[in-house]
């Protein structure tokens, strides 16, 4: 036990944390992208939390309720805000805990802010403050098509809910999320929108493609020398280049870098792109293990650069 | 719902509100003491809180260890520390819930800062940090043998003990109430201690008489008027004085002064007596209704005097 707490890298009571803020929709691929980072990153140096656990009312007590659990009223974003404050501070919280199994909310848990602070959730970059608390943020944006069909499997098969009443949820939800959940996009220096390639026919398998905006809100790696200098997504032999970077405009007129990475991009080429960018940070030792996983058996290159890219700005902020 | 909200004084976020600290053993009187404070100053501008929800185990979990829930190492007691500085800052808190029932952690609940707050429990007054969060400090003080009467009565009507498990707890803890409990006795402005007048025969059903250490680290009301300044317990007349104030030292030296109130006080002396402390504040109305509650039908005297004075402290510290 004295080895064990030895070993954790604590961030230290006034020794302020470095914070990473994964914003999304219900089932918008957040743990998938957090479960790499903390298996990268070690869990003696990092925590992750779900700020989902701040739900105000829980699953009985929202049926009577004239708003769902996107609505900002139906959680308790003030002490979300406030404990987010503490963690940036290097103090412990006391988390609540909502059962997803049961709905319920239970047992609060001790969460103590180590060298690396996740957070991810419908609400992390909901309010000014509560951003102010993070070193960089996460919009996760699928395709709503996809991220329906990843919300149907998950709460059929690991929350308990019939196919009907998840479609019947995610129709009710279609307002509040547009209102309050997805206007955090406009605040994340990164957008992550993990999609099938329009105008492709990949064979079945193919891992879905990443395209990140990357806004100069903070200091991105400078791909240019390993990705090339031009913006077409064809090599001078008429090839697809299977990664690229675009400056272009965001929807809302704002310049931004849109680095695109195909599902079918080949180990290799997405290998020498994760040690380019490993490179550019003083840290010892290779590019970490454990990126890029999907499920079990399930791999994915555009998920590997997504989490490395990440990682490059918690090592690059610590 | 519009008007309960309009018409509940909340301190404000920033704005701090007056707060008091109720320390003693496992029941040494604090909820009683505290009952009567929030009826008297009305629910709307009063919330209590009991920081024994702070434990860090559960009642199963306490089994295996070699502490008892009065060790510090049991309670969550930075986290409370946290939350008492966040309620003196006037913001608000998600305070954890142990059902004394189950014995069970469960549901944390909202606690808003109203104007006063009133914080009871084993530990409010354990470390610096804590204390510097209140306004008011008192120490309940019973006898050991009346205390554990009233601890048998209650954890076996109440909290579904046996008799035996009460008498063995009480056992196991003597040492860790000792070394963790009763040190804070030393930090208190006002000790509390209801008790019967040794050497005296009062009839069966004659409240305990209460004897108040008055510590000079806050200004105290001057009652030497109302009471005289005579420091014996007899009037010329030979009659005993049913309440009388007495400078002395304490047990480690220190000067104090000692309100008596015995347990025999007729009605209209004690009500002499709030009348007079009541006018030394600036408030409107009457002494308020609600003091002096033990039970359904049972009236303390001493402790509606008791009250009445940490109630002055209250509105004079407001």
Known sequence: MADKAARIVRAGAGTRPVMIAIAGD?????????????EALGPERCVSICVDDYHRYDRTERRGLPFTALHPDCNHLDIMEQHLQLLAGGQPILKPVYDHGTGELTRPELVEPRRFVIVEGLFPMHSKLARACFDVTVYLDPPED?????????????????????????????????????????????????????????????????????????????????????????????????????????????????????????????????KAIWALLDQPGAVPDGLGTVGAAVRSEPLAITQLLLLFHLLDAA
Chains 1, 2 share one sequence.
């Open 26 to 38: 219900s089932a918008a691929g957040k743990t998938t992208l957090t479960r790499g980072l903390v």
């Open 146 to 274: 996809i991220r329906k069909g990843w919300k149907l499997a998950r709460d059929t098969e690991k929350r308990g809910y019939s196919p009907a009443q998840v479609l019947a949820e995610l129709d009710r939800r279609t307002t509040e999320s547009a209102a309050y959940v997805h206007p955090q996009r406009s605040h994340a220096d990164v957008v992550v929108r993990f999609a099938p390639i329009p105008a492709r026919d990949d064979p079945p398998g193919t891992p879905l493609s990443a395209e990140l905006l990357l806004r100069p809100t903070i200091r991105h790696p400078d791909l240019r020398d390993v990705l090339g200098r031009d913006a077409t997504c064809r090599e001078a032999s008429g090839r697809d280049r299977t990664m690229h970077l675009k400056l272009g405009r965001d929807t809302d007129g704002r310049p931004v870098d849109t680095l695109h990475v195909h599902g079918y991009v080949p180990v290799e080429e997405s290998r020498t792109l994760q």
